[in-house]
């Protein structure tokens, strides 16, 4: 997928603006952060769960080379086949190839992200093939053209409406003269389009949510079965995963299942959890003849011992995402890649490229909310802040900011005349504002500061106290001193 | 130098780690807490859980009952007498003609509209149904048809997932674990059921276990949950 997270402060704007974005992702927003909490709140030890999901994910990346041929060895003996794939060009040329054996034409998809990442539909589609996503979500933006805006609610922005017209522009020609507009309408007409394409389609590409090492599993985890179906009726299977999905075995499989769902969408457990290992057997009397697995690097590799290891362990939740006031306030789709969020924000910068990304690191308040729910305890405010100051280290930020941080810099460097400066700046600041009281604004706040425009361009800056905490400190301590 | 190799010596020389270096895997994984006790009373638990995402339930005293039951099943929700069914001697041994049941038995295609299945084993934790795939137990069974049945016989019932695993003796192409009817969420956070897979499901519990004979190598005696319990802890 093209990166276009160059265009950031431009695209949130415009979301901002957008009050139907607005709408739906306040009610995505309030949905998803209640549901969690309820769920979540249910197993008493989820806590134990979130360390044993973190010290699984640390202890598989630390021997990842070892998992992943462990892995590789177990689809083999199965009859399956593993590839490899450096970056998104690789992996395509791969699935192209065994597309092309296969003699296919149609190709059903289920929902995966690194497949966005390494934009298998268009480079599928350019050679002639017929690629239809199967996630109900995947299958409007498909037939919207657009991008996911939510790693596990692809449609998230879209309203009822917009599918309502959606559906109608490109079902007509099917058959289905009406409009649809009830929710389980809409449903349905999808189920009866894609059930045709399930059914005729040659080769179904899905993700993983996990690859068990110990017998060469790929597992998907899915609420409306279209995962299933994909690696069930047309005769070739292609997984397309990422090297850190890659876990242990069956046992560490439910522990991580206790944390997918319930910090996804607030379930105990998905509807379907299927875990597929090679191809038809001779027993069996359905299932695919073909079973590939296609591993992706796209830049994962570079990162173990490196500071940005941890975001290897997430598990693709979408929680950090759904408690983020900037993704709830612009959306999925300003972020400009694949991966949006907190967790986007700090994969972007590294597989696509620093300078392609740098004002994603910057879009974050550091509240950490992100950080408290995530399911594999990445410290993803940590990360951020280590972009920011690789940001600068590697020379592409501003003059401006860097004037700026070299001075704070050389005062942090002297507290004293640090404390005086702004002890100054701060009662100068208090004293205006009582001033300015006549101003018409609410009595002790600025509607514009010198050198502070972006900030009181949209709010209010609140005035200072008249002395600062330290001031304060020290006057205590020594009243407290004569005391004694 | 192939991607494989690429990749692999990428890894090594970032960590050291290789396909041979066999590494100790021994963190332990927490036992579930809740404030109920779900391992003594696992039948209920199973039941509560499965209502919770809209599945429905019917407990029979045996085998015998199945056909009858999938019939005023079938009936209450207006639907045609006609099954496909999982090709298990459990379920073709029945009378199903008594009941006024026309049932096939093999995969499902599109057309079929029912299909009636034998769990694998259940799992109380989370209402789950586990399914494994076989010559008696077509995958497509699971997903294609509008209403599935499932039959569980009661002592299949384990615990939780980690109690599921030791039962499979051979890994099978598909382990399908099933919580529910199929839905989605995909249209303004509304929840919707029948997305692909079934629009309903409807479990079958059957008390009197014995004379059922269990697939893949599986032995069906009741499982000592408390055994298995400290097996794995």
Redesign the interface.
């Known amino acids: 997928m093209e990166v276009r997270s160059r265009e950031f402060r431009s695209a949130s704007k415009t979301a901002l603006l957008n009050d139907d974005l607005r709408a739906?992702l306040g009610?995505?927003e309030g949905?998803f952060v209640n549901t969690r909490k309820n769920s979540v709140a249910?197993?008493?030890?989820f806590a134990?769960?979130r360390s044993?999901g973190e010290?699984?994910k640390d202890?598989t990346?630390?021997?990842?080379?070892?998992y992943?041929?462990?892995f590789e060895r177990k689809v083999i003996e199965?009859g399956g086949r593993v590839h490899?794939?450096?970056n998104g060009e690789?992996a395509n040329n791969i699935i192209l190839d065994i597309c092309a054996r296969a003699n296919a034409k149609k190709i059903i998809k289920g929902k995966s992200m690194v497949s966005e990442e390494a934009a298998t539909n268009k480079s599928l589609e350019q050679q002639g093939y017929e690629v239809v996503e199967?996630?109900?979500?995947e299958y409007?933006i498909q037939l919207a053209k657009e991008s996911p805006s939510h790693i596990i609610?692809?449609?998230?922005h879209?309203?009822?409406q917009d599918?309502t017209e959606l559906f109608h522009r490109h079902h007509a020609k099917l058959g289905y003269a009406g409009k649809v507009t009830r929710?389980?309408d809409?449903?349905?007409q999808?189920?009866e389009i894609?059930?045709d394409h399930?059914?005729r389609a040659d080769v179904g590409i899905t993700g993983a949510n996990f690859l068990v090492a110990d017998?060469?599993?790929a597992v998907i985890v899915t609420?409306?079965?279209?995962g299933?179906?994909t690696?069930?009726?047309p005769t070739v299977h292609i997984v397309i995963a990422s090297?850190e999905k890659v876990i242990?075995?069956?046992?560490?499989?439910?522990?991580f299942?206790?944390l997918l769902g319930r910090s996804a969408?607030g379930q105990?457990?998905?509807?379907?959890?299927?875990?597929?290992?090679?191809?038809?057997?001779a027993?069996?009397?359905?299932?695919p003849e073909e079973f590939h697995v296609l591993?992706l690097?796209n830049g994962r590799?570079?990162l173990?011992?490196?500071r940005y290891q941890e975001i290897l362990r997430c598990i693709r939740c979408g929680a950090c995402l759904n408690h983020c006031p900037v993704y709830t306030s612009i959306g999925g789709h300003a972020y400009g890649w694949v991966y949006p969020g907190p967790m986007g924000s700090v994969l972007t910068p590294i597989l696509a490229g620093r300078k392609n990304a740098m004002d994603l690191p910057n879009a974050c308040t550091l509240n950490g909310r992100c950080e408290t729910v995530c399911p594999v305890k990445i410290p993803l405010p940590e990360l951020l802040r280590q972009h920011r100051s690789d940001l600068v280290d590697s020379g592409y930020t501003s003059w401006m900011s860097k004037l700026g941080l070299r001075i704070w810099f050389s005062l942090a460097k002297r507290p004293g005349l640090y404390r005086k400066i702004t002890g100054m700046l701060i009662s100068m600041l208090a004293v205006c504002a009582r001033i300015k009281s006549s101003t018409g604004l609410p009595k002790g706040r600025f509607g514009r500061l010198p050198l502070a425009q972006p900030w009181t361009m949209t709010r209010d800056f609140p005035a200072p106290a008249r002395t600062t905490f330290q001031n304060l400190w020290q006057v205590r301590q020594k009243s407290g001193a004569k005391n004694k | 130098m192939?991607?494989?190799q690429?990749?692999?010596s990428?890894?090594?020389a970032?960590?050291g780690?290789?396909?041979?270096?066999?590494?100790d895997?021994n963190?332990?994984?927490?036992?579930?807490?809740?404030?109920v006790d779900f391992w003594s009373n696992k039948t209920a638990h199973f039941l509560q859980?499965l209502e919770?995402?809209h599945g429905t339930w019917n407990i029979l005293a045996n085998m015998d009952e199945v056909p009858n039951a999938v019939m005023c099943y079938l009936q209450g929700i207006h639907l045609e007498l006609r099954v496909i069914a999982a090709?298990d001697e459990n379920l073709t041994r029945l009378h199903w003609q008594q009941s006024g049941v026309d049932a096939t038995w093999?995969?499902a295609e599109?057309p079929d509209r029912v299909s009636v299945t034998m769990a694998y084993a259940g799992i109380a934790e989370?209402?789950?149904i586990a399914m494994v795939?076989?010559?008696q137990s077509?995958?497509?069974l699971?997903?294609?048809p509008e209403v599935n049945i499932v039959v569980l016989p009661e002592s299949r019932l384990v615990p939780?997932?980690?109690q599921f695993?030791p039962l499979v003796k051979q890994?099978?192409?598909?382990?399908?674990?099933?919580?529910?009817?199929?839905?989605?969420?995909?249209?303004?956070?509304?929840i919707?059921y029948?997305?692909?897979?079934?629009k309903k499901f409807h479990v079958l519990i059957i008390k009197d276990s014995r004379n059922i004979a269990m697939q893949n190598g599986g032995v069906n005696q009741p499982i000592d949950s408390g055994l298995i319990k400290n097996a794995?802890a």
């Open positions: 739906a009610r995505a949905g249910k197993l008493k030890n134990a769960y044993y010290q699984v202890h990346l630390k021997h990842l080379g070892y992943l041929c462990r199965q490899w794939a450096k690789e199967t996630d109900l979500g409007i609610a692809p449609a998230v879209k309203s009822r599918v929710h389980e809409i449903v349905n999808a189920r894609l059930r399930f059914c017998t060469g599993s609420n409306e079965g279209n299933d179906l690696a069930t009726l090297l242990p075995d069956m046992v560490s499989l439910g522990g299942l206790r969408t105990i457990m998905s509807v379907y959890t299927s875990v597929f290992s090679g191809p038809k057997r027993i069996d009397v359905d299932g591993l690097d590799s570079n173990l011992n490196s | 192939s991607a494989r690429t990749i692999l990428e890894i090594q970032r960590n780690s290789t396909a041979e270096a066999a590494p895997f963190i332990q994984i927490p036992s579930p807490e809740y404030d859980m919770q995402v090709p093999g995969k599109k989370t209402g789950t795939s076989s010559a077509p995958v497509t699971n997903f294609l939780a997932m980690e695993w890994q099978p192409r598909a382990v399908n674990f099933i919580t529910g009817p199929s839905k989605t969420a995909d249209i303004e956070q509304t919707v029948g997305a692909h897979g079934p794995s």
